[in-house]
Nanobody, 124 residues
Framework: VQLQASGGGLVQAGGSLRLSCADSGRTFSRYHMGWFRQAPGKEREFVAAITASGVATYYADSVKGRFTLSRDNAKNTVYLQMNSLKSDDTAVYYC??????????????????WGKGTLVTVSS
């Protein structure tokens, strides 16, 4: 698994961005995928996760209703659509892959694979 995140940038509050995370490996469809973020001076936190099949998605309360996570297993890519962005969403966003959806959702330290982050800056 080799993850490459992209799509970050500067956006005004209320705007939208779509992050992508592509896997150059051959086992993408076997892994549950997630997005996490880390704001300056804060710990990395869970944002959203999607099961390997794409059937189920999970969101942090802070982004529920604003962010949508999806995946295209044919393209080895997961997408995070972020709408109604707020200044509190400013952070470096990381994609991740793990074989357990429970670990993905509850134990950041247990996650096996991480991509390099992409910076999202929301100006107020």
């Amino acid at each position: 698994v080799q993850l490459q995140a992209s799509g970050g940038g500067l956006v005004q509050a209320g705007g939208s961005l779509r992050l992508s995370c592509a896997d150059s490996g051959r086992t993408f469809s076997r892994y549950h995928m997630g997005w996490f973020r880390q704001a300056p001076g804060k710990e990395r936190e869970f944002v959203a996760a999607i099961t390997a099949s794409g059937v189920a998605t999970y969101y942090a309360d802070s982004v529920k209703g604003r962010f949508t996570l999806s995946r295209d297993n044919a393209k080895n890519t997961v997408y995070l659509q972020m709408n109604s962005l707020k200044s509190d969403d400013t952070a470096v966003y990381y994609c991740a892959a793990h074989s357990s959806i429970a670990i993905m959702r509850q134990k950041i330290s247990g996650i096996h694979y991480w991509g390099k982050g992409t910076l999202v800056t929301v100006s107020s």
